[in-house]
């Protein structure tokens, strides 16, 4: 579909740098209600600052040591991490507080937002962060304090694990999953106390549920079988769900009062929907080869998964209700790369299929709710470098870049109106979104080597200029 382009701006460094310069309020004046969030933000002067999206106005100067490299948003709203080459900060949108997270150099600029979440984790005022190796350098986060432990350290281990496979914060911020491909760990945070999961020596597959009261997990006997197990969150009431000569694993649904369940054999599988209440288990989908369970609506009432085949990679639309019906594959999204929202439970993915010299690219729209897809950019080159795309937090939007012999733009992805916002970007640069989609920003490289952002709403029309190169939405 066509996709409208916006008027490009001619940004001098000598016009964005002084006549730009934004309204400077006090760390102690809080930042106004009305305002549509905070931009997280490096200026010129290499100071680290919170801009109101509305007006342009600096709200807070944050006290960072060193030149901010990047910054993203944290679980809990109004929060965001800011890294320098040898620190982290937990900045406040809220009060301007800055919080510095003691880590050693080296460790604290290894870490990335790719290696911050793992899937399941649900704390707020907690959360995790890690170093690509995911192990010793994974870490707990008191996002109010900033105080900070390391993981290991939590689980009393005779012999600590040199990996962790999956670590999870309960909703309630009070217990901690830890995981490092054999050994299944639950930490009570709050009596600083700790138990291994199961009563074998190989379990995996656990989660907590939504309303954290109970956890599902799967564990390995001496005979090779699998047992499907969930129990209360303090250890009581362990209830064996299923019992397999199969593999089984299983997520909760956000809702909480179903899992869907993967028995999976050496060829393939079965996706069923699995009432842990009552034990009644529905057959959704047979399979042939391996799944990957992407992402579930936050309603909890479908969910999107991939299945791996030698064919290639499938997509499909699963609901989770009491039968197998509507459950669909869907045909556009053939070998695509599918991106998720930041919490797993999200209503919306973006689909990017895979380009060859023959066929572009296509970037799709996908709402995991009705498992509708639509074509939001076309004729994509296999020339061209596509950023991961950016879903919003909490609304129906993504944003990417895209680097080809023909542009350098930022994409704004506008769902409720299948429409492609495009910014060009004349000499470089890169782009964020609001949380909500309710708008995006677009920064700008400078020919100092500095940089200006440009805001806009979600329909495209231009806001305010700001003299400083946006880092992350809040």
Same mark, same amino acid.
């Given at each position: 579909?066509?996709?409208? +382009? ?7 460094a000598? &016009?964005?740098?002084t006549a730009? @310069? ?21 200026? #010129? ?6 801009y ?8 807070? !100067? ?7 490299t990047?910054a993203?948003?944290t679980?809990?709203?109004?929060? @965001?991490m800011?890294?320098? #080459?040898d620190?982290?900060s937990?900045?406040s #949108? ?7 997270i003691?880590?050693?150099n ?10 911050i979440?793992?899937?399941?984790? =649900? ?13 010793a ?8 304090t ?28 009070l ?14 945070? +709050? ?5 291994t999961?199961? !009563?074998? #020596? ?6 907590? &549920?939504?309303?954290?009261s ?12 699998t ?8 250890g009581?009431?362990d209830?064996?769900?299923e ?7 299983s997520?909760?649904?956000p ?10 054999? =050496? ?11 009552s034990?009644?288990?529905t ?15 936050a ?16 997509w499909?639309f ?6 197998s019906?509507?459950?669909?594959l ?10 998720? /929202?930041?919490d797993?439970?999200?209503d ?6 895979t380009p ?8 799709y729209?996908v709402d ?9 950019i ?8 596509? &950023? ?16 080809s ?8 992805l506008?769902f ?9 970007l ?7 979104i609001a ?13 100092? /080597? ?5 805001i806009?709403?979600a329909?495209?029309?231009e ?5 400083a190169?946006?880092? !992350?939405?809040?």
């Amino acid at each position: 579909m066509g996709k409208p +382009e916006l008027n490009r701006r001619t940004l001098l460094a000598t &016009s964005a740098m002084t006549a730009l @310069a934004p309204v400077v309020s006090s760390a102690q004046t809080p930042a106004p209600e009305s305002s549509p969030g905070g931009l997280i933000a490096l200026a #010129a002067d290499r100071s680290v600052n919170c801009y109101d999206p509305a007006s342009g106005n600096r709200i807070f !100067t944050f006290a960072i040591d060193g030149k901010a490299t990047a910054a993203w948003a944290t679980t809990a709203p109004g929060l @965001a991490m800011v890294q320098t #080459a040898d620190s982290l900060s937990v900045v406040s #949108a809220i009060d301007g507080s800055t919080h510095a997270i003691s880590l050693p150099n080296k460790v604290a600029a290894q870490i990335l937002p790719s290696t911050i979440q793992f899937r399941g984790s =649900a704390g707020r005022a907690q959360m995790l962060i890690g170093t690509p190796d995911s192990g010793a350098n994974t870490f707990l986060v008191d996002l109010e304090t900033g105080d900070r432990t390391a993981v290991i350290g939590l689980l009393n281990a005779k012999t600590p694990p040199v990996t962790l496979q999956n670590v999870a914060i309960s909703s309630d911020d009070l217990y901690l999953l830890v995981w490092d491909g054999r050994t299944t760990w639950i930490v009570n945070l +709050e009596q600083d106390s700790v138990r291994t999961l199961g !009563t074998t #020596a190989f379990t995996f597959s656990a989660g907590f &549920s939504p309303d954290a009261s109970q956890i599902v997990y799967s564990q390995q006997l001496a005979n090779g079988k699998t047992e499907l197990r969930v129990q209360n969150i303090d250890g009581s009431g362990d209830v064996l769900l299923e019992g397999s000569s199969d593999i089984l694993v299983s997520l909760w649904a956000p809702t909480g009062d179903v899992t869907l369940l993967d028995d999976r054999t =050496a060829s393939g599988g079965t996706l069923s929907n699995l009432d842990p209440a009552s034990g009644k288990r529905t057959d959704l989908l047979e399979y042939t080869g391996a799944t990957s369970i992407l992402q579930f609506a936050a309603n909890g009432e479908a969910a999107l998964v991939g299945i791996e085949g030698d064919a290639g990679r499938d997509w499909y639309f699963l609901p989770l209700n009491a039968s197998s019906a509507g459950v669909r594959l869907l045909t556009d999204l053939a070998d695509a790369a599918v991106s998720p /929202g930041f919490d797993f439970n999200s209503d919306w993915a973006v689909a990017i299929t895979t380009p060859s010299d023959n066929v572009d690219a296509t970037v799709y729209a996908v709402d995991v709710r009705t498992g509708q897809t639509a074509a939001m950019i076309e004729g994509i080159g296999i020339d061209a470098d596509i &950023s991961p795309p950016q879903v919003a937090r909490s609304g129906p939007g993504a944003l990417l870049i895209i680097d080809s012999f023909t542009e350098y733009a930022v994409h704004f992805l506008d769902f409720p109106h299948l429409a492609d916002r495009s910014v060009d970007l004349t000499k470089g640069g890169s782009g964020v979104i609001a949380p909500d989609a309710s708008g995006f920003a677009a920064v700008h490289d400078l020919n100092t /080597g500095g940089q200006a952002t440009v805001i806009y709403d979600a329909a495209g029309n231009e806001g305010v200029t700001i003299a400083a190169g946006v880092l !992350t939405w809040i």
